[in-house]
């Protein structure tokens, strides 16, 4: 989505400012902790694809990111990020580069998700995992950011916010196998949110969902 490439990088500064708040601070916590409860057994090297400003990178040991919003990678390139610029959807990488793969809240704003994943796959090495971070468009905070969406805030008017089952069947039509899920926010959306266990499993309700899935030899492997 072009137009979300071109609200990143006019509001870099200020989407990053925002993980600073107290709100965000907290937020940010919990959703860390549910991506960190599926790293178990994922070797390096690591890349996110969508990596933003670097944030999650950073605090997760990630290594290398790609963006295709120049202003945001300046900033992850500060935190120690190594970065390139470009779009999930075609990655500049060679074949089974990876041993793990992260695309946090990335897929609601690429223009073909299944070539995403797809592209995520090719370049995992075999038994690779990939963890996909998403808000689940059932859950009430699913309902805030379609709000924010229909009221056309600068940035969400640009996503497609995708249910746990959707994302599920493009990675199996990608033919990764799906293993494992985390799931936080399961508290409703408010000025003052809490600090929130994280849950080993899947909480069909929670407003974040991760989902790690595996890429193995029966998996239609390039």
Same mark, same amino acid.
């Given at each position: 989505?072009?137009?979300?490439?071109?609200?990143?990088?006019? *509001?870099?500064?200020?989407? %990053?400012? &925002?993980?600073?708040? #107290?709100?965000?601070?907290?937020?940010?916590?919990?959703?860390?902790?549910?991506?960190? @409860?599926?790293?178990? $057994?994922?070797?390096? #090297?690591?890349?996110?694809?969508?990596?933003? !400003?670097?944030?999650?990178?950073?605090?997760?040991?990630?290594?290398?990111?790609?963006?295709?919003?120049?202003?945001?990678?300046?900033?992850?390139?500060?935190?120690?990020?190594?970065? =390139?610029?470009?779009?999930?959807?075609?990655?500049?990488?060679?074949?089974?580069?990876?041993?793990?793969?992260?695309?946090?809240? !990335? +897929?609601?704003? @690429?223009?073909? #998700?299944?070539?995403?994943?797809?592209?995520? =796959?090719?370049?995992?090495?075999?038994?690779?995992?990939?963890?996909?971070?998403?808000? $689940?468009?059932?859950?009430? &905070?699913?309902?805030? /950011?379609? =709000? =924010?969406?229909?009221?056309?805030?600068?940035?969400?008017?640009?996503?497609?916010? *995708?249910?746990?089952?959707?994302?599920?069947?493009? +990675?199996?039509?990608?033919?990764?196998?799906?293993?494992? /899920?985390?799931? !936080?926010?399961?508290?409703?959306?408010?000025?003052?949110? *809490?600090?929130?266990?994280?849950?080993?499993? +899947?909480?069909?309700?929670?407003?974040?969902?991760?989902?790690?899935?595996?890429? !193995? %030899?029966?998996?239609?492997?390039?």
């Amino acid at each position: 989505m072009s137009g979300a490439v071109e609200a990143f990088d006019q *509001y870099a500064e200020e989407y %990053d400012r &925002w993980f600073d708040s #107290p709100d965000g601070r907290i937020l940010f916590k919990a959703e860390v902790e549910a991506v960190r @409860v599926l790293m178990k $057994n994922l070797g390096k #090297p690591f890349l996110e694809v969508g990596v933003g !400003t670097g944030r999650f990178a950073k605090e997760l040991g990630i290594e290398f990111g790609i963006d295709p919003s120049h202003r945001v990678l300046e900033i992850a390139e500060r935190r120690g990020i190594k970065v =390139k610029e470009a779009k999930g959807e075609s990655l500049p990488f060679k074949d089974e580069s990876f041993r793990a793969v992260f695309l946090l809240f !990335t +897929l609601c704003f @690429v223009e073909d #998700p299944e070539k995403v994943l797809s592209e995520a =796959k090719r370049v995992l090495k075999n038994c690779g995992g990939l963890i996909v971070g998403i808000i $689940n468009r059932e859950s009430s &905070w699913g309902e805030l /950011y379609m =709000k =924010k969406k229909s009221e056309g805030h600068p940035i969400y008017k640009h996503a497609r916010f *995708y249910s746990i089952d959707e994302v599920v069947k493009m +990675l199996e039509k990608t033919g990764m196998a799906v293993e494992a /899920y985390s799931s !936080t926010l399961c508290q409703p959306p408010s000025e003052m949110p *809490y600090e929130e266990a994280v849950y080993k499993g +899947l909480v069909t309700d929670a407003g974040f969902i991760c989902i790690r899935a595996r890429k !193995t %030899d029966n998996s239609g492997g390039e």
